[in-house]
Nanobody
């Protein structure tokens, strides 16, 4: 099972930018669909973005589309989330997650039940 560690979170003013990184251990990274979820206090974990195993396809939640970009570097076993135009409602603990050779509709890919490996999370706070 792949091990995941997120980094890059922090405190930023509304309108600012951050880039989150997720380092994955293990082999065959290119066979994992990689995704970012987030969870704010008192709320359920919600889907942010996903990158299909093998590359080429991505999904975004409507709330971040046009502001966030997911990317991956299979040679380095890394996945990134570039966040711009941050809003106070983006404040949450952000998790990196992975699922082997999983893809489908956004309804499928956005379900946390489809993922078997999770990092500990990195906190993002956007202040108004």
């Amino acid at each position: 099972q792949v091990q995941l560690v997120e980094s890059g979170g922090g405190l930023v003013q509304a309108g600012g930018s951050l880039r989150l990184s997720c380092a994955a251990s293990g082999r065959a990274f290119s066979t994992y669909t990689m995704a970012w979820f987030r969870q704010a206090p008192g709320k359920e974990r919600e889907f942010v973005a996903a990158s299909r195993w093998g590359g080429g396809s991505t999904y975004y939640a409507d709330s971040v589309s046009g502001r966030f970009t997911i990317s991956r570097d299979n040679a380095k076993n890394m996945v990134y989330l570039q966040m711009s135009g941050l809003k106070p409602e983006d404040t949450a603990l952000y998790y990196c997650t992975a699922a082997t050779r999983m893809w489908g509709t956004i309804a499928t890919v956005s379900s946390p039940l489809m993922y078997s490996s999770w990092g500990p999370g990195t906190q993002v706070t956007a202040s108004s």
